[in-house]
């Protein structure tokens, strides 16, 4: 067990609607990371957060946001889904960042399946 | 163009017997990093071993050892003493960037299957 938590673990919903994926770091970890894992596009970084900023962005479509509250747990928000959008959404934590704080231990994933 | 490259999309290993899986990367920074995952076929991602640009000595974390050569640009992951347990999809990332501003890049996985 990781320590970082994801709900829900499976999500089935249709075309052109909205989910909202919820993730909780480790406990003391400040930075989330999310990330997509598709059988096309393999696993790919989408957005960084630290503290409740924003810190770096990667692949992230317009259609996905995310946020991070005050309590550190951190929110995925997809919208307009398509059917490309079926994927394993993975939540990672870390800590400061150094020594072996850049190591991310990741959540058990959301299973995002669009019709 | 790919910053991890993982050049083995299948791995078969006997069980007992010692297996490296390959990982080469490409970066500019001076600083960077080093990790290896392991993804068995329940979906979640592992943690193995983590190998620092400026760490002079390969990591090595139980029957996991990372076979870095900064001037080859690889870091291949050596298994020991393979087990059943180890059959997974196993996946190279490299960190850039540093402090609390980083990412991972992911190659594309080696599906490692030990068999009896």
């Known amino acids: 067990d990781s320590g970082v938590t994801q709900t829900p673990k499976h999500l089935i919903t249709a075309t052109g609607q909205r989910v909202t994926l919820r993730c909780s770091p480790r406990?003391?970890?400040?930075?989330v990371y999310w990330y997509q894992q598709s059988l096309d596009q393999g696993l790919q970084f989408l957005i960084q957060?630290?503290?409740?900023?924003?810190?770096a962005k990667g692949n992230i479509l317009e259609r996905f946001s995310a946020q991070q509250f005050p309590d550190l747990h951190s929110e995925l928000n997809l919208s307009s889904l398509e059917l490309g959008d079926s994927a394993l959404y993975f939540c990672?934590?870390?800590?400061?960042?150094?020594?072996?704080?850049?190591?991310?231990?990741f959540g058990p994933g959301t299973r995002l399946t669009v019709t | 163009a790919q910053k991890i490259t993982q050049t083995q999309p299948g791995m078969f290993v006997q069980e007992k017997e010692a297996v490296t899986l390959d990982c080469t990367y490409d970066?500019?920074?001076?600083?960077?990093?080093l990790f290896w995952y392991k993804q068995p076929s329940s979906g979640e991602m592992i943690f193995l071993i983590y190998?620092?640009?400026?760490?002079?000595q390969n990591a090595t974390e139980g029957r996991y050892s990372l076979n870095f050569q900064k001037a080859r640009k690889s870091a291949n992951l050596v298994i020991s003493a393979s087990q059943l347990g180890d059959s997974a999809m196993y996946f190279c990332?490299?960190?850039?960037?540093?402090?609390?501003?980083?990412?991972?890049?992911f190659g594309k996985g080696t599906l490692l299957t030990v068999n009896p």
């Open positions: 990672a934590s870390s800590g400061t960042g150094q020594g072996n704080g850049y190591e991310q231990y």
């Open positions: 406990s003391g970890d400040l930075s």
């Open positions: 957060y630290y503290n409740g900023e924003e810190r």
């Open positions: 970066t500019s920074d001076q600083s960077y990093g």
């Open positions: 190998q620092g640009s400026y760490d002079e």
């Open positions: 990332a490299m960190r850039e960037g540093g402090g609390s501003n980083y990412k991972l890049t």
